[in-house]
């Protein structure tokens, strides 16, 4: 993983807005219709050279293929793996069930969530590595033409995967996570392999505790949640951690969010998993004053903060001065060496859903960017 010792560094957690195309060719998949592997694979590759080209030219460092050829940031196993079947209509978050007119209006702006929400019903195992494969083609062809700083791929934590798909064969939520944990191991390692960084997606460890799991009482939350840490680990113990970056966060969506978990109280959690790196949200009005839990934690040598310096789900283009005040915040209490740029979440974490406009999200990036200059200048010249 590409650190710096000259200036801040900027990245983002994964998912970039996918073209008209590509997203009608992933939602006439997920409908069942047919959909040509050859004229899907030469779509995607022209859309994440274009993505690609698009992060570099605002200025982010560390790129990713946008997650473009995933339904979503954790549905997209079950074209992968067995063991998945059904569409079980998951609950309304916690904190949005209150409002039901509010959420017929978001469906209307940001689009609603059409993907299957499927259960484990069978054994999992590998049923295929093409997509996989042809994700590192690529994204490997893309950063011949544009190249970049570092690059990532993403891939669903066991956790996420067991909270938006709902265990019914299993004989206990533990048994479940090791069998996703050691069907996804081959996916962790492949990424690697490959020459990227490894980001594990674990919105499980917070935004689970209102939404997947939300009947659980918060000590089963917490305890849950050290099993799919547990799991976690077990999947990445043969890559590095410098190798690892990890995505926490309680939601992408613009909502209420008063059912959000303390940090406090998942800090512990979150810090025993293995990835070296940690992004999270820092921006949005629910979590930007949790900048003082970081600084009261006493957060191990090897790790990397990522705070989410830009919001997620607001097409407001932060100024890049507030951009440099939230990275100073944060280089302040672990050293500006330690520190990334990124932002709260995914822009297009399920395809043919975003409030943000396609063309915000790059305005965004590119503010960012200045904001990462402007606190790297003040970092280095004290």
């Known amino acids: 993983m590409q650190t710096s010792r000259e200036r801040i560094l900027t990245t983002h957690v994964g998912s970039l807005p996918r073209s008209k195309e590509v997203a009608e060719l992933l939602l006439n998949r997920e409908n069942g219709e047919t959909v040509d592997t050859a004229h899907f694979n030469t779509v995607l590759q022209q859309a994440v050279t274009d993505t690609v080209k698009s992060q570099v030219a605002a200025g982010v460092d560390i790129v990713s293929d946008g997650e473009l050829s995933k339904i979503g940031y954790a549905t997209y196993i079950k074209d992968r793996l067995s063991g998945f079947s059904g569409n079980k209509p998951r609950k309304p978050a916690l904190d949005l069930q209150p409002y039901p007119e509010y959420m017929e209006k978001m469906a209307l702006?940001?689009?609603?969530?059409?993907?299957?929400?499927?259960?484990?019903?069978?054994?999992?195992?590998?049923?295929?590595?093409?997509?996989?494969?042809?994700?590192?083609?690529?994204?490997?062809?893309?950063?011949?033409?544009?190249?970049?700083?570092?690059?990532?791929?993403?891939?669903?934590?066991?956790?996420?995967?067991?909270?938006?798909?709902?265990?019914?064969?299993?004989?206990?939520?533990?048994?479940?996570?090791?069998?996703?944990?050691?069907?996804?191991?081959?996916?962790?390692?492949?990424?690697?392999?490959?020459?990227?960084?490894?980001?594990?997606?674990?919105?499980?460890?917070?935004?689970?505790?209102?939404?997947?799991?939300?009947?659980?009482?918060?000590?089963?939350?917490?305890?849950?949640?050290?099993?799919?840490?547990?799991?976690?680990?077990?999947?990445?113990?043969?890559?590095?951690?410098?190798?690892?970056?990890?995505?926490?966060?309680?939601?992408?969506?613009?909502?209420?969010?008063?059912?959000?978990?303390?940090?406090?109280?998942?800090?512990?959690?979150?810090?025993?998993?293995?990835?070296?790196?940690?992004?999270?949200?820092?921006?949005?009005?629910?979590?930007?004053?949790?900048?003082?839990?970081?600084?009261?934690?006493?957060?191990?040598?090897?790790?990397?903060?990522?705070?989410?310096?830009?919001?997620?789900?607001?097409?407001?283009?932060?100024?890049?001065?507030?951009?440099?005040?939230?990275?100073?915040?944060f280089a302040d209490i672990v050293g500006r060496d330690r520190v990334i740029a990124g932002t709260d979440c995914g822009f297009a974490t399920f395809a043919g859903v975003g409030k943000v406009d396609s063309r915000i999200v790059w305005k965004k990036l590119a503010t960012l960017t200045e904001g990462a200059a402007l606190a790297s200048r003040t970092l280095w010249s004290r």
Request: proline share 6%.
């Open 109 to 329: 702006v940001a689009g609603k969530q059409s993907f299957k929400r499927q259960c484990c019903t069978g054994p999992i195992a590998v049923t295929t590595t093409a997509p996989l494969e042809a994700d590192l083609v690529a994204f490997r062809n893309a950063l011949k033409a544009t190249p970049a700083t570092d690059a990532f791929l993403n891939a669903a934590s066991p956790g996420v995967v067991s909270a938006f798909q709902p265990n019914e064969y299993y004989a206990s939520h533990a048994a479940y996570l090791e069998a996703i944990a050691r069907a996804m191991q081959a996916e962790y390692e492949a990424i690697v392999n490959a020459g990227f960084v490894l980001q594990v997606d674990c919105p499980d460890l917070a935004m689970a505790r209102h939404t997947g799991f939300q009947d659980l009482s918060e000590a089963e939350f917490l305890k849950q949640a050290e099993q799919q840490v547990e799991a976690l680990n077990a999947a990445l113990v043969n890559i590095p951690s410098d190798r690892l970056r990890m995505h926490v966060c309680w939601g992408n969506y613009e909502g209420p969010h008063t059912h959000d978990i303390d940090l406090r109280k998942i800090m512990g959690i979150v810090l025993k998993a293995k990835p070296a790196a940690i992004l999270f949200e820092a921006s949005n009005p629910r979590h930007a004053h949790e900048w003082e839990v970081w600084k009261e934690t006493k957060i191990p040598g090897d790790k990397i903060l990522v705070p989410g310096v830009v919001d997620s789900t607001s097409n407001y283009v932060e100024h890049p001065e507030l951009v440099s005040q939230r990275i100073r915040q």
